[in-house]
C-alpha cells in the first residue's frame, strides 16, 4: 500500500538557510480541496514488475541494436529520442494506469508531442510522471548509465518512485516518509568526510547556455570538483548510495528529477534553490538548484550557485 504524508508549503523567502528542505514541498491545504485520492489497492510490486517488462520488452531488446533510423533528433543533435523511448512510455502509460484507473501520465514524449499535457501536473487527479529512457544519449553509445524513471504524484506531492537501470540491473525504490531501498537494501546517503573533496555532478555543457555555464563555474573552486552528469536520475540515485556528494542542474523538467528527488530525500538527503525555496515539480523553479547528501553539503553548493547567480 501507498500511503501519502503530508507536509505544510514552506513560504517564500531568500534566507538561503531555507532552500535547504529535508522533506518535499507539499501545496497548502485549500478551502474546498478534493478528497484524498485512495491509493490502498495500489500495490508498489505491481508497478515496480510494470516497469521491469516495459524495460525488457521496449528498452533491452534495443540495447546496442538499435538502426539508424531508430534515433531522431528533436531540439538539436544533442536531444535524442529513439524507438525504445517511445514505445517504453507508450507501454508505461497503458501498464500504470491500469494499475490505477482514473490517474494520468505526464511522460517526457507525450509532453514533447504536446505541452498541454504538463496541465496534468496542476490538477487534482494522480499522475505518473514518466521517463521512458533517462540518458537516452548514453543508450544510443551503447553505455549502460541509462535508467527508466516512474514517479507517483498528487498536486505536486511525489509519493513514490521507482528507478531501474535494466543494464545494470538495478531498482532503487523510495516512498515517501518510508526510506529508499535498492535491490531491497535500504539507503543512507550519509555525510562527506570532514575537508573532503565534494564532488558535484552539474548539468552537461551541451546542454547549458553561457549564463548558466557561468553561474555553474561558481563551483571550480578549492573543495569542490565539479563534472558533467550522465543520466540524472542515476545521478540522484548515486546521491542516495553516498557515491557522489550533489548535483547542480540548471533544468527543471519533471521527469528528470521527481524519482530521484524522493529518493535522495528517503535516503536522508536535501535539496533546494537559489532563491530559498523547495523545488517544485510543477515548475516555476529559480535556478540552479541543488540535492546533496546532507543539508550542510547542500547549503554549501547554493551559497555558491547564489553569489554567481
Known sequence: MIEA???????DTTDLADAVTLLPAAAAPRAAEPAEPDLSGLDPAAVEAAVRQAAADEIM???????????VQKNGPHDLVTTADRRAEEHLTAA??????????????????????LDALHG???VWIVDPVDGTRQFVHGDPGFA?????????????????APALDQMAVARRGAGAWLNGERLHAGHPAPGATLEVATSHPDFTTDDQKRVLAALKT???APRPCGSAGLEYLHIALGRLDATAFSWENSWDHAAGLLLVHEAGGASGTVAG?????????????????DAETARRIL?????AN
Open 5 to 11: 504524508l503530508h507536509t505544510h508549503h514552506q513560504g
Open 61 to 71: 531488446p534495443r540495447f546496442r541494436q538499435l538502426a539508424a533510423a531508430d534515433i
Open 96 to 117: 500504470l494506469t491500469a494499475l490505477l484507473p482514473g490517474s494520468r501520465v505526464v511522460g517526457e514524449e507525450a509532453v514533447h508531442a504536446d505541452p498541454a499535457v
Open 124 to 126: 487534482d487527479a494522480v
Open 148 to 164: 527508466t524513471l516512474v514517479a507517483l504524484a498528487h498536486r505536486g506531492e511525489v509519493l513514490a518512485s521507482w528507478t531501474y
Open 222 to 224: 578549492p573543495g569542490i
Open 277 to 293: 525555496q523547495p523545488f517544485r515539480i510543477t515548475g516555476g523553479n529559480a535556478l540552479p538548484f541543488t540535492a546533496a547528501r
Open 303 to 307: 551559497g555558491l550557485l547564489a553569489a
